[in-house]
């Protein structure tokens, strides 16, 4: 398949510069698009065979469900039930990197959904975004990279995993928060986190109050049933392997990397207790958004790097961190000394 990119400014466009990305969105094709949690991969979310296409592209289990993206809140109340209770913390957090798990209102194609009765739906805030669900109508979108590694923050991470195997690729430059939506089940009496990410549990408790937080967002482990995508299946790992570590391991963790041929992954703060060769940089502690922003990137570098193996300090799971520990619990596995 030849697949055909486009450069688009995200903040200086025209509605026609997507014309023929709608088009094949339409038509039953796959388009990958800008975001700004990762880049997705969208096709209609009423056309079975276009979504089924998804998953064959990606690899992608077929008990993950999808996210339905639309371009208003009007959209989001045309395909699911909202309790009028939400209305006011659903338009506070919209547009933006959040995912609403909700019952279904109309019947979507039981490969978006996994065969429930629920549906995850978004409102993206990102421009490019925003435009393509107007003109296309809903879209079917997880992360536009091959299932397992890690998501993608800028056209070359998905020209990378999906170059000839999808119609059109979108590149509109990097994501602004580099890690995937926060999704929250709203279709309980309280709501549930079911993935972290850029809208902290906090700024979420601001907002609804009491919210349950499961142990298997604590954990990152895996549940039988994803209800949202991230909660069963190894997620977001380079193909070299990847350890955490914790403060009291570092200097045996040290000497464990300069006899494998290992790198250090850590905040600009951290530079300072490795070995100068050995290090690439995550963000800053200080700007702890700086962090979530480059994981996925960092780790697709490592991949890329001559070193066999990389090893990363565990953070403090508060705020923004926690989401990158979630993501990081499922792409590496504890260190063994």
Same mark, same amino acid.
Request: charged letters at 30%.
């Given at each position: 398949?030849?697949? $055909? ?7 200086? !466009? ?24 990762? *880049? ?14 998804? !998953?064959?592209?990606?690899?992608? &289990? ?12 009007? $959209?989001?109340?045309?395909? &699911? ?5 939400? %209305? ?9 990197? +959040?995912? !609403? ?38 879209? &079917? &979108? ?7 590694? @890690? ?39 309280? @709501?549930?986190?079911?993935? @972290? ?47 955490? %570590? ?6 045996? +963790? ?34 702890? *958004? ?11 570098? %490592? ?11 565990? %953070? ?12 990081? $619990? ?8």
């Amino acid at each position: 398949m030849k697949t $055909k990119i486009l450069k688009i400014d995200p903040l200086d !466009f025209d509605e026609k510069d997507l014309i023929e990305a709608c088009n094949v969105i339409k038509s039953g094709g796959l388009v990958a698009f800008p975001t700004e949690t990762v *880049y997705g991969l969208g096709a209609s979310a009423f056309k079975e065979n276009a979504v089924d296409n998804i !998953f064959k592209v990606k690899g992608r &289990a077929k008990d993950n469900p999808l996210i339905v993206h639309v371009d208003s809140f009007e $959209k989001l109340l045309e395909i &699911a039930e909202v309790d009028e209770k939400y %209305f006011e913390a659903i338009n506070k957090l919209t547009p933006g990197p +959040v995912t !609403f798990v909700l019952k279904q209102k109309v019947n979507l194609p039981k490969n978006v959904t996994a065969g429930l009765k629920t549906v995850g739906v978004r409102i993206p805030a990102h421009p490019v975004a925003r435009k393509l669900c107007k003109c296309a109508g809903l879209i &079917a &979108a997880p992360s536009a990279n091959l299932s397992g590694k @890690p998501s993608p923050t800028d056209s070359q991470a998905v020209i990378e995993d999906l170059f000839g195997k999808i119609d059109f690729i979108i590149d509109a430059g990097s994501s602004e928060f580099g890690l995937e939506s926060t999704i929250i089940d709203l279709t309980s009496e309280i @709501p549930i986190i079911l993935r @972290p990410g850029p809208i902290t549990i906090e700024q979420l408790e601001s907002i609804f109050g009491k919210v349950e937080i499961p142990q298997f967002v604590i954990d990152a482990s895996s549940v039988e049933n994803p209800k949202a995508p991230g909660m069963k299946y190894r997620h977001y790992a380079p193909e070299k392997p990847v350890y955490r %570590f914790n403060e009291v391991q570092r200097e045996k +963790v040290i000497k464990k990397a300069i006899s494998e041929n290992g790198v250090f992954i850590c905040p600009e703060e951290h530079k300072k207790f490795y070995p100068d060769d050995r290090i690439m940089i995550l963000g800053k502690l200080s700007e702890p *958004y700086s962090i979530a922003q480059n994981l996925f990137k960092v780790l697709r570098e %490592f991949d890329r790097s001559n070193f066999k193996v990389a090893f990363i300090e565990a %953070f403090e799971e508060k705020g923004i961190l926690l989401s990158v520990m979630n993501r990081l $619990k499922k792409a590496s596995v504890e260190v063994e000394l």
